[in-house]
Nanobody, 125 residues
């Protein structure tokens, strides 16, 4: 099992940057694929980015070129660097993990069995 704790959210002006962190417990962190999802009020939870064990990286089209996902297996932490933030990036951001990984499920909520509690990101215009 793995437990996930997100941090780094906050209020930022449009065009600004934030770095989210997802700290994981457990000795086998390096064997997990990790993803970030987000959910705005009234919207479904949507895929943002993912990083596999390899590590390969995957991004939603809406954040490609602005967000970067990375992992530090020594610190058991995954980061989401968010640059050029837009008001439409406002949401609760969730970290998710799973030991199984597949190209068909990397962007799906159903592909992850472990979730953090979320961290709020608010981008003002």
């Amino acid at each position: 099992q793995v437990q996930l704790v997100e941090s780094g959210g906050g209020l930022v002006q449009a065009g600004g940057s934030l770095r989210l962190s997802c700290a994981a417990s457990g000795r086998t962190f390096s064997s997990y694929a990790i993803a970030w999802f987000r959910q705005a009020p009234g919207n479904e939870r949507e895929f943002v980015a993912a990083i596999s064990r390899s590590p390969g990286t995957y991004y939603a089209e809406s954040v490609k070129g602005r967000f970067t996902i990375s992992r530090d297996n020594v610190k058991n932490t995954v980061y989401l660097q968010m640059n050029s933030l837009k008001p439409e990036d406002t949401a609760v951001y969730y970290c998710a993990a799973d030991r199984t990984f597949g190209e068909l499920t990397v962007r799906s909520i159903d592909g992850y069995g472990y979730w953090g509690q979320g961290t709020q990101v608010t981008v003002s215009s």
